[in-house]
Nanobody, 128 residues
Framework: QVQLVESGGGLVQPGGSLRLSCAAS????????IGWFRQAPGKEREGVSC????????YYAGSVKGRFTISRDNAKNTVYLQMNSLKPEDTAVYYC?????????????????????WGKGTLVTVSS
């Protein structure tokens, strides 16, 4: 069964850090680009970051560039999103998704186009 499972969300104070994980089962991530998306209450889903499979290129939305870092460990079939200097506006449910090979990017962040597999999300709350 093909599955993506996110973990690592939680409550953190402004300025704090979290590392999200996206673990794949039922398929190998080696040949897939992995994107991270988020959706805050009452807002549209936003592309946050993406890492391509073939060249390992990484992409970030302007709102997170310099604070978030995406990485992949193909041996563990897992992609990570390190989030530093968190702000209250980063509060959202974070989802990972997979599409073949390369990221599709608009204004620096990934689009949902071609994303074949989705996780169920993990909640990140940034609040004092």
């Amino acid at each position: 069964q093909v599955q993506l499972v996110e973990s690592g969300g939680g409550l953190v104070q402004p300025g704090g850090s979290l590392r999200l994980s996206c673990a794949a089962s039922g398929f190998t991530l080696d040949y897939y680009a992995i994107g991270w998306f988020r959706q805050a209450p009452g807002k549209e889903r936003e592309g946050v970051s993406c890492i391509s499979s073939s060249d390992g290129n990484t992409y970030y939305a302007g709102s997170v560039k310099g604070r978030f870092t995406i990485s992949r460990d193909n041996a563990k079939n897992t992609v990570y999103l390190q989030m530093n200097s968190l702000k209250p506006e980063d509060t959202a449910v974070y989802y990972c998704a997979a599409r073949p090979a390369i990221c599709t990017i608009v204004a620096g962040g990934p689009t949902t186009y071609g994303m074949d597999y989705w996780g169920k999300g993990t909640l990140v709350t940034v609040s004092s």
